[in-house]
């Protein structure tokens, strides 16, 4: 895992359900994919899939959507679910 990053509300500052977590390979990303989808956390199916901003990035092997967080799920919580799939640098 190189990044992990849950935008939040401007005004709340709530987590919006969702985040991107960077992997250093495309392989360990798509392994993450095929294990964690519709895995619950915090009794909730987690969305994994390609983010659509993947493709800007050149110097990242792949960013993951991370969507059906749980309020509770914060950015620690989702780095170390993660953090398994791949070499963490960060």
């Known amino acids: 895992v190189v ?3 849950m935008p939040k ?3 709340t500052g709530v987590t919006q ?5 960077e992997f250093r390979t495309e392989q360990d990303a798509d392994y993450a994919i095929k294990i964690m989808n519709m895995v619950k956390l915090f009794g ?3 969305r994994v899939n390609k983010s659509s ?3 800007k990035k050149t110097d ?3 960013n993951l ?5 749980d309020p509770e799920v914060d950015e620690k919580l989702l780095y ?11």
């Open 17 to 21: 359900g969702y985040g991107f977590v």
């Open 60 to 62: 990242v092997g792949a």
């Open 80 to 90: 170390d679910t993660f953090s398994a799939f791949g070499f963490i640098t960060q």
């Open 65 to 69: 959507f991370i969507g059906g967080l």
């Open 44 to 46: 909730k199916p987690l």
């Open 53 to 55: 901003q993947d493709k």
């Open 9 to 11: 509300d401007k005004i």
């Open 3 to 5: 990044n992990v990053h």
